[in-house]
Each structure stands twice: as C-alpha cells, then as structure tokens.
C-alpha cells in the first residue's frame, strides 16, 4: 500500500465459505497504513467470515471496511483498534464495534494478540515511529513513503499543541529521534515525570533522522520519556534510539545444555538473579536489533574463560577470573556495527562456573 491505492493491509474478496463451511481471520496485528481505504478489507464479494481477535493501530480510513451488499454473512467481534471509524455495508452482517485503545494502553487482551502475533520479538536498540509500544495522545497521524530519508521512509506527526508521544523501557539511554525543518517549531521532553525543557526543532532546511534530545548515564530500570509539540506548525517522530538492557531470564535468551537459574544471592546481581552453569561447552545466544552490545557478569575466582561468537564468528576468549568478586562488570563490549541484526553467543571455556546476568544493546 506504498504504492497503490484502494486497499488495505489485510484484504478478502469473493466467497470463503458457504455450505456450513466459514473462514476465519483472526490473531493479526496491522498498523500504519499508507494509502488505505481499510485496514481490514473485506472488498467486494467477502462472505462467510469470522473475523475476530484482530488489533488494528493508525490506519487510514476504517479499521474494517465492508462497501456493497454483495458482501455478506460476516460475523465480527472481539477486535481492538486505536481509531473508532468502520464501514459495513454488506448484507447479514453482525458487527461489534471493537474496543477502542488510545495512548497505545493496550488490554491485556489484545496485548496477548500483539505477543502472539508474528516472529518472536527481537529485543532492538532502534524503536521506529510505529512501534506499538509507543503510546501517541492526541491527533497524531503516519506518513510514509517520503522520500527524504526517514528511518524506514516513514514518521508519526501532529500539528496539534500538546499532543504527546509516550515511550517506556528499560535501560541507560535514550535518544528521540525526529525530523528538522522550517515548519517545525518546539518540543518538550519529560523524563520520568521530570521536564527537561523544550527542544527548538525548527531549521532553514529538512534535516532527517536528528537526534532532537539524548539522555545517558540513566540507572538500568525502567524509565518513560513524553515528547510533547508545544510549537510550529508540525512535531515529527521518527522513533526513539535506546541503550536496552536485559536481564539474564529476558525470554529472548537462548540457553543451550545444563543451565540453572538462582536468585536472592545477595551480592549485586542485575535483578538480583543469575543463570550459571558448571559443563563447558554450555552457550547462550541473544540476537538483537542494534550497533553494539555489551555483556556484563559477575567476575571471581571460581570463574574462567568464555568463548566470545559475533555473527558466528569468533572474536576469541574473555577471562571472567578475578581475586576479589566483581558484580555486573563488564567482559566484553562491541560497537559501531552496521545498524541490523546480529548474533552475539558465550560459550563456557573454562573454571567452575559460567554466569550469566546482563546484556545492554545499543
């Protein structure tokens, strides 16, 4: 939908059943939708659908559309959607208007849909504009397909005074990221309920993917940051730029062989828990989005070398061994990689134990 017109990102047409036989769709996640007449498009013809358990976020025109009475005998309920407007106009319809969410607040309902829907998420460094998580209070629209460079061609924007964007992770930096231009006036930051005073994102010339405001030094908790237009004409966001940090039972942590897990040790773990192991040749792999990635563990004399994989292939071995016990220190550290994904892998080597507790991404 970059590019045509009079469509959407989920589209039906003709009949899908009949006969006792009904089609289901069900369990997808749409969001930002350039040039769409729908986001559920169920066109000309649609019949015998169920179509339910759908999360739909900042689509243009409606979040389901049905135009003609040649659609008929579709059944929708149980959807979730940011934006209230719809079309039904077929024939034998029975239609529940979805719940609608503002400020990206999801129910845990739909937000189990948005778990569930997809590949597994890759932790990332680099938020874009549409990621769900960020919360948009206001009249905040998406434009895609510019041309002048966006991070993925797209930004959200507003030309409305105090609409807000809203933003929450864990980690130690954060950076907005938006777009420079003549049209532009001023945005506040708050940080953590704190102000950090307005940002003048206003220039002679179009300047993209701009870092507008950067914090650093942050403690490794969770934190929320607001961008909130106060001036000018338009506020763009173009995402947020993050030092993520993970703890060692983050999900997206793949172990391999004979790991145990331990908390409430006590001596200054990240979460206060670790994940060891005793066998050599044990691994853990995490695979993030970003240009770097460091790892921080625990260092002491019952530990020994661990072997070091980037992108399957080795950067050689690391020493955890130290006279004295060292908590959440750093071992290994990498940066400057070309923005993507990458594959980071420790293998245990050598010593009594392997322990795992943190990885920030960047």
Known sequence: MGVLNDG???????????????????????????????MLYQDEGSSYWNTYNNVVEFGTGNWIGMWTPTIHDITVHGNFSSDANY??????IT????????????????????TAAGPPATPTARVDDDDLGIGYSGTWSSGGFRGYGDYND??????????????????????????KNSDQGTVEIVLDGVSKGTVDTSSATRQVQQVIYAATGLAATSHT???????????????????????????????????????????????????YSTTNGDAVTVTF???????????????????IALDGASQ??????????????????VSGLALGRHTLTLTKQSGQYLIVDRFDIG
């Open 8 to 38: 959407g990102p989920i589209y039906t047409n003709g009949g899908q059943g009949g006969a006792g036989l009904t089609s289901v769709l069900a369990g997808n996640v749409v969001s930002t939708g350039n040039h769409t007449n729908n």
């Open 87 to 92: 079309g039904i106009n077929g024939t034998n």
């Open 95 to 114: 239609f529940s208007q979805a719940a609608i969410t503002t400020n990206g607040s999801w129910p845990a309902a739909a937000a189990s849909i948005i």
């Open 154 to 179: 797209e930004v959200h924007f507003t030309s409305t005074n105090g609409d807000t964007a809203r933003y929450t992770f864990t980690g130690t930096a954060i950076s907005v990221i938006g777009e």
């Open 225 to 275: 940051i607001q961008v909130i237009k106060r001036s000018g004409t338009f506020a763009t966001l173009d995402g947020f730029a993050i030092t993520r940090t993970l703890n060692d039972n983050d999900p997206i942590l793949a172990y391999q062989g004979t790991w145990n897990s331990l908390g409430g040790r006590g001596l200054g773990d990240y979460g206060d828990d670790v994940h």
């Open 289 to 307: 989005l970003g240009t770097g990635i460091s790892v921080l563990t625990e260092t002491y004399t019952d530990e020994g070398t661990v072997g």
């Open 316 to 333: 050689g071995t690391v020493n955890a061994n130290s006279a004295t016990r060292a908590s959440q220190h750093q071992i290994y550290a």
